[in-house]
């Protein structure tokens, strides 16, 4: 079936608007950046004052991975805190876009809107690509814009051999990449569960099993376990985008517009 655009952004407009509503979901889109933000911001801050006025940082059982040892320690054990805390970052278009949704299948359930949308002529592929681009989207800015304002942080407030690690290509390209990568599993992970159970919260507990594997890797990383290379991101980025693409699939598998009208009740 031929894609329509203006349905898809009509479908795109309406869902931003229920999410604009919904006050639980604007304050989460805003805490979670703010903390996230403000937690590497003050934990490199917390260093680099601990280090300019001259304290013994021995004490911090942190190993340093080795390419690190010829810096200072205080700017050493913030280029390590940072490896890991970038990882939260990648936290925020995993989290984010599956509230959204679970909000925007199930919630319209509750609330009797869902019917009406899945009866117009509007094609199920049109209906994901709207719905999955609404609850993606956001999280993506958002997430770029947190990267952003950490980096002009880390500038402030870090010797400059600190924003240097920050803003290799690593990171850069990681950021890029993954952001849009991992909301879109998470949009879809929501659809798929979001097709099978009737209640929000149980979509969104059940997706959040996905964001361990990503604390995993930033845990590995703060023990000096691993140290990311650009090659070790685009591995990760074929594999996220491989997840993706089954996880796409699955949901439009799953997601059987005349099943769910009569099913849910």
Known sequence: MKMRPHRVWAVIQKEWAETARNRGIVWMMALIPAVIVLMVLGTDYGFVWAGQSGQDLKSVNMPVPPNLSHLPRHEALIIAMNEQFFFYLLLIPITLPVYIAAHS?????????????????????ELLL?????????????????????LGGVALIAPPAVLGYAVRDVWIIGMLLFSPLLALFSVMLGVL????VNDPRTAQQISSVFVMPLILISL??????????????????????????????LAIRVFQRETILTRWK
């Open 130 to 150: 709207a719905k999955g681009f609404a609850a993606a989207a956001p999280a993506v800015v958002i997430n770029w814009m947190a990267f952003s304002i950490v």
């Open 220 to 249: 590995m990383v703060l023990m000096g376990k691993a140290f990311l290379t650009v090659p070790l991101v685009l591995a990760g980025a074929a594999v996220a985008l491989a997840a993706d693409i089954l996880v796409l699939f």
């Open 105 to 125: 299948i199930i919630g319209e359930k509750e609330t009797r809107t869902l019917e009406p949308l899945l009866a117009s002529p509007v094609s199920t592929g």
């Open 193 to 196: 569960v979001s097709s099978r």
